[in-house]
């Protein structure tokens, strides 16, 4: 009964391979977002979709690429990966395109690349 | 550009003790600052919101106080409890956008015996 699930929860990679990270929600909630928090647990949003629409695309390098097939999941493909992408990165989702009824986040998905 | 500057970076408090969190923010567009906690290995879960049309929100021993002029808004933890024991974000956002918190940086809390 998991409100926002996040696979795999441990990824560890070498440099120049590509990883996916999948999110569900159950909340019937509309949008949602990949956040990533740095080793100084810095969050900073990458992306967000709000009923399958790209609403905010983040500087992020064009090696990470979200998809959302329904609103009830967010994925999140990453390219080449490069030492700099170890960090945990973390689903969340909302209700309605505005924040005043909070984000619930998943539990994180923590990326090593070696 | 750190648009929401938080304080301190980590703080030991004593059970039963106050603990205080202090953010700042530069955008004067910013209208809802919540405050998120966080455990390790799990992801922030929100604990309590203003808006700055009021200056005091309480929810349990959890206390936002808000400075509109000074832009500023603060955590109190009152009787603070060894299960406290985690980090917490202030955040910031402006209503009728696309959802877009702006995180602190974080505070450690440490509630000791």
């Known amino acids: 009964d998991t409100a926002v699930s996040q696979t795999p929860k441990y990824l560890v990679t070498q440099m120049g391979n590509d990883k996916s990270i999948k999110c569900e929600q159950n909340?019937?909630?509309?949008?949602m977002y990949w956040y990533k928090q740095d080793s100084k647990k810095f969050l900073k949003i990458m992306f967000s979709?709000?009923?399958?629409?790209?609403?905010i695309n983040e500087t992020v390098p064009n090696r990470f690429s979200p998809k959302s097939p329904d609103k009830a999941h967010l994925n999140l493909h990453i390219n080449s990966l490069e030492l700099g992408d170890s960090a945990v990165y973390f689903c969340?989702?909302?209700?309605?395109?505005?924040?005043?009824?909070?984000?619930?986040f998943g539990s994180g998905t923590r990326l090593t690349v070696v | 550009q750190q648009q929401v500057k938080q304080s301190p970076q980590s703080l030991i408090v004593q059970k039963g003790g106050i603990s205080i969190i202090n953010c700042a923010y530069e955008?004067?567009?910013?209208?809802?600052f919540p405050w998120y906690q966080q455990f390790p290995g799990k992801g922030p879960a929100l604990l309590i919101a203003?808006?700055?049309?009021?200056s005091e929100k309480k929810e349990g021993r959890f206390t936002i106080s808000f400075n509109k002029s000074a832009k500023q808004f603060s955590l109190h933890i009152m009787d603070s409890q060894p299960g406290d024991s985690a980090t917490y974000f202030c955040?910031?956002?402006?209503?009728?956008?696309?959802?877009?918190?702006?995180f602190g940086t974080g505070t450690r809390l440490q509630v000791t015996l």
């Open positions: 969340a989702s909302s209700h309605h395109r505005t924040v005043d009824y909070g984000y619930t």
């Open positions: 909340l019937g909630h509309d949008t």
């Open positions: 979709y709000n009923n399958k629409e790209l609403i």
């Open positions: 955008n004067t567009a910013f209208d809802y």
């Open positions: 203003i808006r700055p049309d009021v």
């Open positions: 955040a910031a956002s402006i209503s009728g956008t696309a959802s877009k918190l702006t």
